[in-house]
């Protein structure tokens, strides 16, 4: 079992930047996909981004190119997510995921944190 704690969100302009981070304390990273998904008010859960053990392959949601990305620092097992240009539509609870398979889908995950709450105003 891998718990994942996420932090970093909060509220910023239209236009702003936030850095989200995930850890899983006392575990390691080893092995696994990183992965990034979203869900707003009322919508399903979506895939945002992805980057592969040990980080050499990022994948992107077509919503998120150019304004997103992805790192990881396996040595203190932290998953981080850049998000710049900020749109109020980015405005979602983030989840970050973890799995030995995993790619865009949900199912294709393993051990999920809690989210954080991102707000961006107009």
């Known amino acids: 079992q891998v718990q994942l704690v996420e932090s970093g969100g909060g509220l910023v302009q239209a236009g702003g930047s936030l850095r989200l981070s995930c850890a899983a304390p006392g575990r390691t990273f080893s092995r696994l996909t990183m992965g990034w998904f979203r869900q707003a008010p009322g919508k399903e859960r979506e895939f945002v981004t992805a980057i592969s053990w040990p980080g050499g392959s990022t994948t992107y949601a077509d919503s998120v190119k150019g304004r997103f990305t992805p790192s990881r620092d396996n040595a203190k097992n932290t998953l981080y997510l850049q998000m710049n240009s900020l749109k109020p539509e980015d405005t979602a609870v983030y989840y970050c995921?973890?799995?030995?398979?995993?790619?865009?889908?949900?199912?294709?995950?393993?051990?999920w944190g809690q989210g954080t709450q991102v707000t961006v105003s107009s």
């Open positions: 995921a973890a799995g030995f398979a995993g790619a865009t889908k949900t199912w294709e995950y393993d051990f």
